[in-house]
Structures are given as structure tokens and as C-alpha cells.
């Protein structure tokens, strides 16, 4: 047992996901000289996993045109998260103009989530089997759609519905498959910035959207605010089809392989020197490696040669590119569903769900909580409350990747160079107790009415927290079961939105019934199981890796 992480009871087993990362300089350099390395300040580093030699290979891809990339779909994601929720402080004053309740009018919000999961678990097969770039401009042209109908009819009910309903499916897009094209494009050693910086934009963008409409509703309107929405989006799917070609790339299996595991078991029967020492750089950061070990030939790696021209760029313009998969789509549908069985995907699923949704009952409940005594806030002030979750985000995504590079990385020399996915998740105990104090927090101080500092406060706290346990729980579930992200990922998103549309159907009128303090310490709860939950999977979750990695009916039930 390696700092608490029980080994499994099974000798001399290799368990997916765990990686050796410390060896001996000299043995490793006569294991990888035949494969592709990093150079200038990567160099040494093997690549993981191996690009082919194809120029259109996206992992072959100029450095710049790969950040490029990665900070113009982050921007995307930013987008559509922003506009989903950026109303949500102006509830109050559109339930006036549109004739209903401001809970009436955060059940557009549910209905809009709703339509996001189901849009996300009928649309990831066919990114599969298509590629991306075509479900991108398709989901992006369904969002314009969505508020163009929304804005024929701007204070009617069942438009506003309708159209919140197809821009939460259009959406769907840059909220789930923009962590798949990280792993297009980069290696395992660059993902965990690209990874943080999405993350963020998720997060971030619901926050500053809330506070860029609510200045817009309170000078102009809120149907100014949709028409805002309308311009950006149709700007950006626009700039996405001259600018974001497709990033799916088949390459051959060998290059698909998961190097590290491989050399550690060439090391442990070649030359039995398993506890030697390497550069800290060999360490995942923020990424994975492969679970799934296939034969490699190292030669070959470097030298078969993929006779390919440049594609050009028009060709890029191209909607569809072929078909990257010959998988049936029925068939590919209920993948997501069994993603469902691995419990990285679980905790994932269940501690991102919470994050969303209890981040938005707090920003729902705002406008119905501070626009009457003791505070009277304006629309305006309402919507600066939601800087405070702004700047909890931009902490909560940032610092802690750092903080659990380092961790990871001595805790692998601790652990005699063993990296275990496990070890990331120390960060629940911050989260456990930053999310209980801040839940809790924002009840007593809206029940006591106390100035608005300490609401306001507190919700930063809780989103800190979120931001933590969403971050730490997604990079688990990546590090362990990277052949399946994309399906778990839509798996993800589908809880996210389930949960988000519950607690936004309903949140006022139990927050009416029940009041602050018991509302919000039932919810910091559901929010500490999700913690303690990471904290059981650090002792168990070798364990559970390898039990689901041996148990059949699994295995012929994943994609």
C-alpha cells in the first residue's frame, strides 16, 4: 500500500491508469531511442501518445496553430456557457414584463439545460463517426436559431421557452467536445493547461455572462441582451468555420499506445531496474495516459512513413471529411450510458453536476433574494454580486493545477516513482471544507440578513469549492479512462444537466417553503458527499480500476 492507496490484492497485475515515471536515465534512453521526443524545452520527453508521420496529423500541427486552437474553442465554450445563464440576476424584471413568476422564468433556464444532456448524448456518436467540425457548425447554427425564435415573440412564455430550449442543445457542442479536441491536439504532458483553461471557460463565462447581460437589461433591455447573444454566436459559428478545421484524426494503433506502461513493463522483465530515477518531466500533468497497453513497435514508430500531402487550406473549409468510424449509430448511442459503470465517470458525473447546478440555484435565487429588503439592489447590483463566483473561478481553476502537479509529483517519489490517478484527489479535503462553509454560509447569512457582503462572500466560497472538486474529479476521470472521454464526457454532461434542470425547476419555490438555511445546508451536504466520495475512491480506486478493467460484462458493454 503507497500512501493510503490499497494495492489490489492481485500480484504483479499492471492496473490502468497507474503509471511509472521515475527510471533510470540510462535505460530509458535505450528504450526510447527509436521514438519521437519532445524538443527545445520538451526535450527527453517521450511522446504520448506517438504522432504519425503525416502532416495532417493535428498532433504534427505548428505549436501556434494549436494554442490557436484551444484558446478559440475555450472562447467558444465561454460563449455558450455565458449566454445560458446570463439572465439569470434579471429574472425578477423580465417576470414583470413577460406578465408570469420569476419562477416561471427559472424553469427556462431547467427547460434549456434539459435539451442540452439530450443534445449531447444524441449528438456525441455522430462526432465520432463524422468528426467534429461538422456537429460544431450544425449545434452552432441550432443556438442562432433558438433565440431568433425566442426574439419573434420576445415576451411571450412559450417562445421564451422554446427558444431557450434550442439554444441549450445547440450549446451542447462547445461544452463536451471541446475537452476531446484537447486530446486531439496535444500530448499528455501540454493537456493540463488547455484542460484547466476550458474548464474555466465554463465556469467563468456562466459568471461574467450573468454580469455583462444584467448591465444590458438594466440600459437596454432584456430582449437587447438575446440580440447580443444572437450577433456573437452567428459571429463565432462564422469564424468557426474559416478557422477551426477538423481535429479528428485516425491513426494507425501503434501510435495510440500508452508508451509509459510499456516501457515500465520492458524495464520490470529487460532489466528488473523498476526504482530507478528519471526527470520529474516524464510525470502526466493534467492529463493521461492510455489505459489500454497495445504492442509497439518502436522502429516503426519512427520510421513508416504515411505518404501524405499538406492538405491545403480549402480543403480544410471542407464540412464533412469522411467518416472516422464505421460504428453503427444506434449502437453508439447507449455507449455514453455505459460509461456509466466506471466509477471515475460516476464521480465525475455526480461532483460536475453538483458544481453546475448548485452554482446556478445560488445565481437563480439572486435576484428573488436581493432585490427585496433588507437589500433593494438594482438589476445592475444584482448582477455585480455574480464578479464574486467570477474571481472564485478564476482561483479555483488555476492555482489548484499547480498545486497538484507538485503534489502528484512528490508524492510519486514518495511512492517509489508511481504515479496513481489517486493522488489528485488530496484536493477534496480544501473542497470539502471550502463547499461547507460556503453553502452553509450563504444560508445563515440570508436567513439573518446580514449585509451583503457575507452572501456574497460565501457564494464566491461555494464556486471556489465547485471549481476544485469539478477540476480534480474530470482530470481523474481522464488520467483513468481516456479510450472513453468522449463518451464520458456526454455522460457527464447529460447528469449536469439533469441536475441543473431539477434544482432550477424548483429551487424558488423551496427556498419559499423551507427557507435559506435549511435549502443550503442540505445542498453544502450533497456537496461533501461528493467529496468524501473522491476521498474513498483515493484508498479504493486502484482497486475499483483494475475490477473494472477484469470484469467482462463491462469490458463488452464499453465502446
Same mark, same amino acid.
Given at each position: 500500500m !503507497? ?9 504483479n497485475v499492471?492496473v ?5 515515471v521515475e ?12 521514438l519521437k521526443h ?8 517521450v ?13 504534427n ?6 494554442i490557436f486552437h ?15 445563464y ?6 425578477t ?5 413577460v406578465?408570469?413568476?420569476v ?12 435539451c @442540452?444532456g ?5 449528438t456525441?456518436?455522430?462526432?465520432r ?7 460544431f457548425?450544425?449545434?452552432g447554427?441550432v443556438?442562432?436559431?433558438?433565440y ?7 415576451y ?10 434550442l ?6 457542442g ?8 484537447v486530446g486531439?491536439l ?11 483553461l ?10 461574467l455572462?450573468?454580469v455583462?447581460a444584467?448591465q ?10 438575446? =440580440? &447580443?447573444?444572437?450577433i ?6 462564422v ?7 477538423e ?28 526504482s530507478?530515477?528519471?526527470s ?5 500533468s493534467?492529463?493521461?495516459v ?6 509497439f513497435?518502436a ?9 501524405e ?14 467518416? &472516422?468510424?464505421d ?13 456509466? @459503470? ?5 464521480w465525475?458525473?455526480?461532483? &460536475? ?14 435576484s428573488?433574494i ?12 444584482? !448582477? ?6 467570477f ?8 492555482i489548484?493545477g499547480?498545486?497538484?502537479?507538485w503534489l ?10 508511481v &504515479? ?9 479535503l480544501p ?8 453553502y452553509w454560509?450563504? !444560508? ?17 466560497v ?5 471549481s476544485i472538486?469539478?477540476l480534480?474529479?474530470?482530470?481523474y476521470?481522464?488520467?483513468?479512462? =481516456?479510450?472513453?472521454?468522449?463518451d464520458?464526457?456526454?455522460?457527464v ?6 441536475m441543473?434542470?431539477a434544482?432550477a ?6 427556498l419559499?417553503?423551507? !427557507?435559506?438555511?435549511r ?6 451536504t450533497i ?17 475499483m ?13 464499453l465502446?
Amino acid at each position: 500500500m !503507497g500512501l493510503w492507496v490499497l494495492e489490489p490484492k492481485q500480484q504483479n497485475v499492471k492496473v490502468p491508469g497507474t503509471v511509472h515515471v521515475e527510471r533510470d536515465t540510462d535505460v530509458l534512453r535505450a528504450l526510447t531511442a527509436h521514438l519521437k521526443h519532445g524538443s527545445g524545452r520538451e526535450e527527453g520527453i517521450v511522446l504520448v501518445p506517438q504522432p504519425s508521420d503525416s502532416v495532417n496529423d493535428p498532433l504534427n500541427w505548428p505549436r501556434a496553430k494549436k494554442i490557436f486552437h484551444s484558446y478559440f474553442l475555450s472562447f467558444g465554450t465561454g460563449l455558450a456557457s455565458g449566454t445560458c445563464y446570463f439572465l439569470n440576476p434579471s429574472a425578477t424584471l423580465m417576470a414583470k414584463q413577460v406578465g408570469t413568476t420569476v419562477t416561471q422564468m427559472s424553469r427556462s433556464l431547467a427547460v434549456l439545460m434539459l435539451c @442540452m444532456g439530450i443534445a449531447s448524448i444524441l449528438t456525441t456518436p455522430l462526432a465520432r463517426i463524422y468528426g467534429k467540425r461538422p456537429i460544431f457548425l450544425l449545434l452552432g447554427l441550432v443556438s442562432v436559431l433558438g433565440y431568433g425564435v425566442l426574439l419573434a415573440h420576445p415576451y411571450n412564455l412559450q417562445y421564451l421557452y422554446a427558444g431557450r430550449a434550442l439554444w441549450g442543445a445547440g450549446a451542447s457542442g462547445l461544452e463536451y467536445l471541446v475537452s476531446s479536441s484537447v486530446g486531439d491536439l496535444f500530448f499528455v504532458h501540454q493537456r493540463g493547461f488547455h484542460l484547466a483553461l476550458w474548464h474555466f471557460a465554463l465556469a467563468g463565462g456562466n459568471s461574467l455572462g450573468q454580469v455583462i447581460a444584467s448591465q444590458i437589461v438594466a440600459g437596454q433591455g432584456y430582449v437587447w441582451a438575446f =440580440r &447580443y447573444a444572437v450577433i456573437f454566436m452567428a459571429a463565432y459559428v462564422v469564424a468557426l468555420f474559416f478557422f477551426a478545421p477538423e481535429t479528428t484524426y485516425v491513426r494507425a494503433k501503434k501510435y495510440d499506445t500508452d508508451v509509459l506502461e510499456l516501457l515500465s513493463d520492458e524495464v520490470r522483465e529487460g532489466s528488473g531496474a523498476a526504482s530507478a530515477s528519471v526527470s520529474d518531466q516524464h510525470l502526466p500533468s493534467g492529463g493521461n495516459v492510455d489505459e489500454k497497453t497495445t504492442d509497439f513497435d518502436a522502429e516503426s514508430a519512427g520510421t513508416a512513413a504515411e505518404i501524405e500531402t499538406k492538405r491545403a487550406y480549402a480543403q480544410s473549409l471542407r464540412i464533412f471529411s469522411g467518416r &472516422y468510424s464505421d460504428e453503427n449509430y444506434l449502437r453508439a448511442l447507449i455507449a455514453p450510458f455505459a460509461t456509466y @459503470m466506471l466509477p471515475g465517470v460516476v464521480w465525475a458525473a455526480y461532483s &460536475y453536476g453538483c458544481a453546475v447546478a448548485f452554482s446556478a440555484s445560488l445565481s437563480v435565487s439572486l435576484s428573488s433574494i436581493f432585490t427585496v429588503a433588507p437589500y433593494h439592489f438594482s438589476t445592475r447590483a444584482v !448582477g455585480l454580486t455574480v464578479l464574486s463566483p467570477f474571481v472564485a473561478n478564476i482561483v479555483g481553476n488555476f492555482i489548484p493545477g499547480p498545486v497538484a502537479d507538485w503534489l502528484v509529483t512528490y508524492m510519486s517519489r514518495k511512492n517509489g516513482g508511481v &504515479y496513481e490517478p489517486e493522488f489528485r484527489n488530496i484536493l477534496c479535503l480544501p473542497a470539502l471544507l471550502t463547499g461547507l462553509a460556503g453553502y452553509w454560509g450563504f !444560508g445563515l447569512a440570508i436567513h439573518y440578513k446580514i449585509h451583503w457582503f457575507a452572501p456574497v462572500f460565501f457564494f464566491g466560497v461555494a464556486a471556489f469549492s465547485g471549481s476544485i472538486l469539478s477540476l480534480v474529479s474530470n482530470t481523474y476521470l481522464l488520467d483513468c479512462h =481516456r479510450k472513453h472521454a468522449q463518451d464520458a464526457y456526454a455522460a457527464v454532461t447529460l447528469v449536469k444537466a439533469v441536475m441543473t434542470f431539477a434544482i432550477a425547476f424548483f429551487i424558488n419555490t423551496w427556498l419559499a417553503k423551507s !427557507g435559506p438555511v435549511r435549502v443550503y445546508f442540505i445542498i453544502g451536504t450533497i456537496h461533501g458527499v461528493g467529496c468524501i466520495y473522491g476521498l474513498v475512491l483515493y484508498v479504493f480506486g486502484k482497486r475499483m480500476r483494475l475490477a473494472v478493467h477484469q470484469n467482462a460484462f463491462i469490458q463488452r458493454h464499453l465502446r
